[in-house]
């Protein structure tokens, strides 16, 4: 249940920069949750960088990139430690 809480709340935040998501947002997340990313800690910066692989089209591409610009806003710490969560795209 926890899950997807989580993915409607990403599927909430879509409409505002993804056209037609209400017909392929869900697939969008899945093609997100499923690829690839990096995990790069920066203790001198207390930063833990995720940083997403490309995906299947620039117009997902671009939707990650937005998503990123949201959640960094969030100043979200990575559980059980003082690492600020950042997110980023190697697509940019």
């Given amino acids: ?16 920069f993804y056209a037609n998501a209400n017909k392929d947002g869900r697939q969008l997340l899945k093609e997100i949750f499923t690829s690839g990313a990096d995990f790069i800690p920066d203790y001198q910066k ?10 299947s089209t620039p117009r997902a591409n671009l939707a990650v990139k937005k998503l990123c610009e949201i959640l960094n806003q969030t100043n979200t710490r990575f559980p059980y430690t003082n690492l600020k969560l950042f997110y980023d795209s190697v697509a940019f």
């Fill in 1 to 16: 249940m926890l899950s997807y809480r989580a993915e409607s709340a990403l599927f909430n935040l879509l409409p505002e």
């Fill in 46 to 55: 207390q930063t833990l960088t995720v940083r997403l692989h490309s995906l």
